[in-house]
């Protein structure tokens, strides 16, 4: 079973706690009717799926409710860091000591 850490709540708790909700940090399009029906898609359904680390939002959905997002090793499972909704990216340098 899965721990996350609930950035909000300041409390490590099971998966079954939380909802995944997508990627994280995904720019908003200015204006929505300006884009082609290919732009359109890509927006709404292309999703980056990486090998290793990837930014995530998440609700805590039986605590506070509130979204936040995490950086979590898709090949290990493991979540490297969770932080407030509507910050920036963390260097994940810093936090596995890589140069990724």
Do not use: Q
């Not at 709540?9 to 908003?28: Q, S, T, V």
């Not at 292309?46 to 995530?56: K, L, Q, V, Y």
Request: hydrophobic fraction near 35%; proline fraction near 7%; include cysteine.
């Amino acid at each position: 079973m899965l721990l996350i850490h609930c950035p909000y709540c300041d409390k490590e708790l099971p998966e079954l706690e939380f909802a995944y909700a997508g990627e994280a940090h995904i720019a908003r399009p200015v204006d929505p009717s300006a884009l082609s029906d290919d732009e359109w898609r890509d927006f709404l359904f292309i999703r980056s799926n990486p090998r290793g680390t990837h930014f995530e939002r998440w609700r805590h959905i039986h605590g506070c409710g509130r979204f936040f997002n995490a950086a979590r090793d898709t090949v290990t499972d493991k979540f490297l860091t969770t932080y407030p909704a509507g910050e920036a990216r963390p260097d994940i340098s810093k936090l596995t000591g890589s140069k990724a």
